[in-house]
């Protein structure tokens, strides 16, 4: 019987960055003969939370689970494996989580042999790990975000020994190539081009979770591009918490622009890249987005606040003068750009004021779109430790507020496109009715358009007829 020793999460180690160099592991992933066979007859069922990161990751984890022969099933009730991967940005992600687990409690009642795991940011948790040993003791595994490459080891190791296995690293982080991917599209893919993060936004637990900032080699990342191209892609996402911050770590003269140069360059169809911080935004990198047409004229660029106080608790370092020239500048230069952001609400101190100039930023960028979000504490973040005392009502309603303007902004922005014609990437069948097909613009907007299934997997031009709060509708053009 093979041993195993529990290695759980710390903070104190989470915590940590030195000088100490990335190593670039490409060997770390085993597969022996015996290994191949363990799912042999078997069904796995992912459930992924999050952000495309995670994404990303299942899309490996799926691989891996297939070089071990489990097959795949979208019913959770008909699956041998269960496996959430988590994310910890918010306490409603958490919450999810475990309800979720709850309800995988019943299926592991009345079937004890189905195998149950847990991984991705929670998992990084000191107090997630915790509260698993302790209330949620039938579970079989849980790994962390820097160890995906030994599930095949971890897995058998919790399907021969009848309890349960906790690996989880606190480390900085590796960068681990040659892990194998399913991929979900057989026409847009995910490239990670870093992981990790060193901004350490004081609300943010990304930095604890996913370890310090390590970029990929731009020759490593331009090869998987050149393997996607030969297979038929269409687009890719260039992914990072950070991405713009790319290659500073590297010290070989790597740089966000050079790369988004080089990958215009492999003439793939579509490039999209998320998150952009504003910090690390340079001039070279918009001139190099306005002058490839295959660049997307799509920014995401994260505001949080619109008040220099609340920035300044929030660690995010620009002011909103900073960043109001920036998304100036990205305006002017870049023709038909949409710019979308991440705006938090109910930070700790931000007064009416704070928040009436975040409605004034949102009133000047008229974003194309935002995401927002009430704060959430998270543990052991410094501003968690911050004196929150904004009553629960007035941050909702601040929240709604919010959501009102960037509503009239995003609908302006989606009506502007009525009656043109813009190209997208059809990607499926829409559940919208028969012959309907659904796809993006250049500009990331979700648009079901009356199609043919021939058009699968191509970009056509497509002419908008109706437009709605999230999506539009249109039609082919033919040409
Ligand atoms: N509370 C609320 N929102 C958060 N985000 C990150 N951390 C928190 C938190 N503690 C938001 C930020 C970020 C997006 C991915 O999630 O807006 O850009
Ligand atoms: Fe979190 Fe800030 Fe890093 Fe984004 S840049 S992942 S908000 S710490």
Not at 100 to 125: D, S
Request: include cysteine; aromatic fraction near 8%; proline fraction near 3%.
């Amino acid at each position: 019987m093979l041993k195993h020793v529990n290695i759980k999460p710390s903070y104190i180690d989470a915590k940590r960055r030195t000088k100490e160099e990335v190593k670039i592991l490409t060997d770390e992933y085993i597969m022996t003969n015996e290994l191949k066979k363990l799912g042999l007859g078997k069904k796995y069922h992912i459930i992924t939370y999050g952000c495309q990161g995670n994404v990303r990751d299942s899309e490996t984890i799926s691989a891996i689970l297939e070089d071990m022969s489990f097959t795949s099933t979208e019913n959770i009730e008909d699956a041998d494996l269960i496996l959430l991967n988590t994310c910890a940005i918010r306490e409603n992600a958490h919450n999810k989580v475990f309800g979720m687990l709850g309800r995988i409690k019943h299926l592991k009642m009345t079937n004890p042999n189905i195998i149950t795991v847990l991984c991705g940011c929670m998992a990084q948790e000191e107090s997630v790990v915790e509260e698993i040993e302790k209330n949620y003791k039938w579970m079989d595994l849980v790994f962390g975000t820097h160890n995906i490459q030994n599930l095949p080891r971890l897995l058998s190791q919790a399907m021969e020994l009848n309890e349960l296995i906790i690996e989880v690293f606190s480390k900085e982080g590796d960068i681990v190539e040659n892990l194998p991917v399913k991929r979900e599209s057989k026409y847009k893919a995910f490239v990670n081009i870093m992981y990790g993060c060193d901004k350490f936004c004081t609300y943010c637990i990304v930095p604890f979770t996913r370890g310090k900032q390590r970029s990929r080699k731009e020759e490593d990342i331009l090869k998987e591009i050149d393997g996607l191209i030969k297979k038929g892609y269409k687009e890719v996402t260039l992914l990072g918490q950070n991405v713009n911050a790319y290659g500073k770590d590297l010290s070989d003269g790597s740089s966000m622009s050079k790369l988004l140069e080089d990958v215009a360059k492999t003439k793939i169809e579509r490039i999209r890249f998320v998150t952009s911080h504003p910090w690390d935004f340079t001039d070279e990198m918009i001139d190099v987005i306005a002058k490839y047409d295959n660049i997307m004229p799509y920014i995401h660029l994260p505001l949080q606040s619109g008040s220099n106080n609340i920035l300044k608790l929030m660690g995010r370092r620009y002011t909103k003068e900073e960043y109001l020239t920036l998304a100036k500048k990205i305006r002017e230069k870049i023709p038909n750009v949409c710019i979308t952001t991440d705006i938090i609400v109910g930070f700790p101190g931000e007064t009416r004021e704070d928040f009436n100039e975040t409605l004034q930023v949102v009133d000047e960028v008229k974003y194309d779109g935002a995401f927002t979000f009430i704060y959430s504490p998270r543990e052991n973040t410094p501003a968690a430790k911050m004196d929150d005392n904004i009553p629960f009502e007035e941050k909702q309603q601040r929240l709604y507020e919010l959501n009102e303007l960037v509503n009239k902004y995003s609908n302006n922005s989606n009506n502007k496109l009525l009656e043109k014609i813009v190209p997208v990437l059809i990607e499926g069948v829409s559940s919208k009715g028969k012959d309907i097909y659904f796809g993006y613009t250049d500009t990331m907007k979700l648009v079901n358009v009356k199609c043919g299934s021939e058009d699968l997997g191509k970009i056509i031009n497509v002419v908008i007829k109706d437009a709605k709060s999230w999506s539009l509708n249109g039609e082919k053009v033919n040409e």
